[in-house]
């Protein structure tokens, strides 16, 4: 460590996240981030937000400018106040940082810093093909500034060099380009083991198996009610409890089963169906829900990253029932959470059973919370030689208890 730095030390330098912001209901997974890390976040959007957080300085764009996040950059680096012995660092609204990054950061004095950049463990399928981006890490390293081996968000510049910068709006490898600029202009520090976490929050590009931090991020993206649920209200509105759902996606994950397909049957906002895109490589999602639940409106920005088709109407109708048939799809996993009377729960299980696939998993939610529907579809289903019984999830500790009960398909 340099004099330099030891002084840094004791007055830590400040940082700026520079942020074009569209995903809202990530705004208070966001929060969660950067709270108490001592930056200043600049979400750039095309509405106004109420943020509630003084180190929050958001920053309103409009009209053509907000199709393409380098004309965010722009517009912030011509028209705010750049300090220029601050760090200023580009990241999108689903990316993340490993905790010791920004401690780092703020003891350095170097102009220009470039970090490595973890992408998690699988490309997920998504609507826009552009954004498959690979899953391999992208290292801090003199021979990697080029196009396609270095990204914006692990570009971190002093205001001095920032206020000179403008992207190239037009061209989808701008990140690349910068970064060779700056190669060309400026010495750089390479640090190869300080990691930004590239599309964190994107569903199905990273997989993680262990309980405590899968419950973390299902508090963390919010559920459909703080006391009914036990995570904050909004993001996803996630119909789910933390210490139920949790467990049963930790067994799913370590059977190594190749889970492709999904189909859910009562969607509400999509939250459940957001999860299982998260954690899983998922290719096809079907969903039906008669969408008469409030929280259905929301469903459109909640899934606005997952690559969905939805069927309204009742699971029993015979036209739904039909178009599922069309799809030609036997699935990996199928969820029941609609109708939680015994009738609706028989029905849907004998309607839908068939597209399951030998070997994939039958979820039914609320086996608890609804007995007379849901628990007694489920002691029904522990005497069929055609399931088995795996588990039920019931969460403990004072938790909400809702109940769900795991089941996979034997071939007979």
């Not at 409009?62 to 028209?79: C, D, M, R, V, W």
């Not at 004095?109 to 973890?118: E, G, H, L, P, T």
């Not at 889970?259 to 999602?285: C, M, V």
Request: overall charge negative; proline content about 5%; charged content about 25%.
């Amino acid at each position: 460590m340099t004099m330099k730095e030891t002084i840094l030390d004791e007055v830590a330098r400040q940082i700026h996240v520079v942020m074009p912001f569209a995903r809202e209901h990530l705004k208070d997974t966001l929060l969660k981030v950067y709270e108490n890390k001592d930056i200043i976040l600049h979400p750039i959007a095309d509405k106004t937000i109420e943020w509630d957080r003084p180190w929050v300085k958001p920053v309103f764009v409009s009209g053509e400018i907000t199709k393409n996040p380098y004309h965010k950059l722009n517009y912030f680096i011509a028209t705010q106040e750049i300090v220029d012995e601050d760090y200023y660092w580009w990241m999108s609204d689903d990316d993340s940082v490993e905790e010791n990054v920004i401690p780092k950061l703020k003891g350095m004095d170097d102009d220009v810093v470039f970090i490595s950049m973890k992408r998690g463990n699988h490309v997920p399928k998504t609507p826009d093909p552009v954004s498959m981006h690979p899953a391999w890490t992208l290292y801090a390293h003199p021979g990697k500034v080029a196009i396609n081996d270095i990204g914006a968000e692990q570009m971190i510049v002093k205001g001095k060099v920032f206020k000179t910068l403008k992207y190239d709006m037009e061209s989808p490898y701008a990140d690349g380009m910068m970064a060779i600029y700056l190669k060309q202009n400026y010495p750089i520090r390479y640090e190869p083991d300080l990691f930004v976490l590239f599309n964190y929050f994107q569903p199905g590009r990273w997989n993680k198996e262990e309980m405590e931090e899968i419950k973390q991020y299902i508090l963390n993206v919010g559920s459909g009610n703080l006391l009914t649920f036990g995570a904050r209200e909004g993001g996803i509105y996630l119909q789910q409890s933390a210490d139920e759902i949790a467990p049963c996606l930790v067994e799913l994950l370590k059977s190594k089963s190749d889970i492709k397909a999904y189909l859910e049957i009562g969607s509400a906002a999509g939250g459940t169906a957001f999860i299982f895109n998260h954690f899983f490589d998922l290719e096809k999602t079907v969903m039906i829900d008669d969408n008469k639940l409030w929280q259905s409106s929301h469903r459109k920005e909640v899934l606005k990253d997952v690559n969905y088709q939805e069927i309204i109407g009742r699971s029993d109708d015979e036209i739904v029932v039909d178009t599922v048939k069309s799809l030609k799809i036997l699935f990996d996993i199928i969820l029941v959470d609609a109708d939680h009377s015994y009738k609706g729960v028989k029905s849907d299980v004998t309607l839908y059973l068939p597209f399951l696939r030998p070997g994939g998993f039958l979820l039914l939610h609320d086996t608890v919370f609804a007995p007379d529907g849901d628990g007694r579809v489920m002691l029904e289903l522990r005497m069929d030689k055609g399931m088995k019984f795996i588990k039920e999830y019931v969460a403990r500790d004072g938790s909400p208890k809702f109940g769900i009960a795991l089941f996979q398909k034997v071939s007979l």
